[in-house]
Each structure stands twice: as C-alpha cells, then as structure tokens.
C-alpha cells in the first residue's frame, strides 16, 4: 500500500475530509499543547491536504495530543483533527516509528496502574525520570510536595488490584496496532476480547 493510499485510509477511519479545512487556525490557536508541538493541528491537516504522510508521522504531535477536542470546538467545519492523529499514531506504531519520552511515561503510567491499580505520582515521576534519563527532573519540588500532603512515598494498592491488571491487559490485546490494518476501525470492525466474567462483559 502506497502512503498516498495508507493516508486516505487514515482519514476514512477518523472520518475526516481533508479539504473541510482551509487553513483558518483556529485549531491551533486553541491547542493547550501547540507551543510544545512541531506540527501544529494546522499544519497535520496540511500535510493531509498536501500527501505528506510522513510529514505527520515523524512529527511529536501525534504523541502529545492529549485528545481534549478543543480544536474541534473551534473549527468552523468540525474536523475531527485528533481522530486523525490517534489513526496516524496507530500508523506509526505499526512502522515502528515512537518517541522515546512518551513511549516511557506511557509504559510506566500503565504498568504503575497494573501494579497498584491506580496511579501513584511519585513513583510514576520518579520512574520516568529514571528511565527517560532525567534523574534530577522536578527534585526540588518534592520537599515541599511532601510536607504539604501532595505526594505520599508509600504507594497503597487498591483493593481487586489484580483486576485492573487483568482489564489492561485484555484492551491492550483488543487495542494492539499490529492487528488492525491502516483504516480499520477498532470500534466497528472489532468485538473486544470476550470476558470469562458475565457481569463485566465488554
């Protein structure tokens, strides 16, 4: 598949028409993660309008949206600019293409849920900047974090722990990039794994 052919599927997925957008930018006026971003929401709709699909995804944007829809809400013609780049993503985890810090807080907030069944911040920002090599990242912020009551050292797992364990590991299975094709549509196309547990049937 050509990656002229691979974007269209994309675009047919998140339900987006390249050509409803023209270029107002108003999308990326509103984006809270715009300044942090290398391609704009913009700028991704005209890497769509333009072919380039590469553009899109050796870009860090399709790793730090974080989904709020804000650039929805202002576009005049409601284009769904984040379900393109939650397709484009996929995309990119199917080339294998990732982004080194978002890969890790991704793994490390999972597996910090898996393990507690709910998030523990301190150990999460800790772990992250261990593994994303950024040891002394935010260090004297914790002093203070602790005596205020804001973070607690001691991680306390929830009670059905095991659980949650079992729930991510069952949506990453239905959720894995490598069995979906570019274009399908993991909602439509796909029934998630079937639960041996009636009462907690997806």
Not at 47 to 58: E, F, M, P, R, Y
Not at 156 to 185: C, M, T, Y
Request: charged share 25%.
């Amino acid at each position: 598949m050509t990656d002229h052919e691979t974007l269209a599927h994309l675009m047919e997925a998140a339900d987006v028409r390249q050509y409803d957008c023209y270029q107002c930018g108003k999308c990326s006026g509103g984006c809270p993660m715009a300044d942090a971003m290398d391609l704009k929401p913009r700028g991704v709709m005209r890497c769509a309008q333009t072919g380039s699909l590469n553009g899109i995804l050796n870009s860090n944007t399709i790793w730090l949206c974080t989904g709020c829809y804000a650039c929805v809400d202002r576009c005049p013609h409601d284009v769904n600019v984040p379900a393109l780049i939650e397709e484009s993503r996929y995309e990119a985890m199917r080339r294998g293409i990732k982004r080194r810090d978002s890969d890790v807080l991704n793994k490390t907030l999972v597996n910090n849920i898996k393990t507690f069944g709910r998030n523990h911040e301190m150990l999460l920002a800790g772990m992250y900047n261990v593994f994303a090599m950024k040891p002394i990242q935010d260090i004297e912020s914790v002093p203070h974090m602790m005596k205020k009551g804001l973070i607690n050292p001691m991680p306390q797992p929830i009670h059905g722990a095991s659980e949650v364990a079992e729930l991510i590991e069952r949506a990453k299975r239905w959720d894995d990039p490598k069995v979906f094709g570019p274009g399908e549509n993991r909602v439509k196309d796909e029934k998630p794994p079937p639960s041996d547990d009636p009462e907690v049937e997806l």
